[in-house]
């Protein structure tokens, strides 16, 4: 029983945590300390968008049809703080960007001037019924089957078992999967055993010593 418990309370903690994602645009690059920046990899998958961190010097935009439709600044440092600080000739970044159908151009400026601009249309997406480069299930679900291995975990209850997620966190890929029952009847058993535990332990008198 306790088990059975804990296996509902876990179910549904990842089923919540997998509803409240959405689609991002999550970016890495690499920045060299003398200015020039690499696009490493760039991918639609589900997560969350960065806050923006209004005092740096650093931002990402994202343009189309000529027009900048998303801004956000973002943290960079070339200091490794260790004891002592350990000053880097390069260094990495990953930002989460809110998704967009339409998306021309990526482009990193420092201090408001231009240092990177990447091409993106027709990268993340390509239909040509394969699934390559930067293309995902979520941005190119034509190519990208689910459960194709496109380099993003798609942990959604579809039946199929997604390659590029660990075992534990796609349920589909678990022998004894979780019964397909609706996450709504789930919440109301584990509430309902939970309010009898409450109550048990309530009532529960404890032992008088004499």
Do not use: W
């Not at 549904?12 to 959405?22: G, T």
């Not at 740096?56 to 049809?65: A, D, F, K, Q, R």
């Not at 022998?175 to 009898?196: A, E, G, Q, R, T």
Request: neutral net charge; charged residues 30%.
């Amino acid at each position: 029983m306790k088990r059975m418990i804990i296996s509902l309370l876990i179910f549904l903690l990842v089923s919540q945590a997998v509803e409240c994602q959405e689609k991002i645009i999550q970016v890495y690059l690499k920045f060299e300390r003398d200015g020039e920046v690499k696009l490493n990899d760039v991918r639609v998958k589900l997560g969350y968008p960065n806050k923006p961190d209004v005092y740096s010097n650093y931002s990402i935009e994202l343009e189309s049809n000529g027009k900048t439709i998303l801004e956000k600044k973002f943290f960079l440092s070339f200091t490794l703080m260790s004891d002592p600080p350990i000053e880097l000739n390069e260094t990495g970044k990953t930002i989460n960007l809110e998704y967009f159908d339409d998306v021309d151009y990526l482009i990193v400026k420092k201090n408001g001037e231009e240092i990177f601009r990447y091409q993106l249309a027709g990268k993340l997406c390509n239909p040509d019924k394969n699934c390559e480069g930067f293309e995902t299930h979520f941005s190119c679900p034509e190519d990208c089957k689910s459960g194709s291995l496109d380099g993003v975990c798609n942990p959604v209850r579809d039946g199929m078992c997604d390659q590029d997620c660990f075992k534990s966190a796609d349920v589909d890929c678990t022998k004894k999967p979780f019964p397909k029952y609706p996450i709504i009847i789930l919440s109301i058993i584990v509430l309902v055993v939970l309010v009898l535990v409450i109550v048990f332990l309530r009532n529960r008198k404890p032992k008088q010593n004499f």
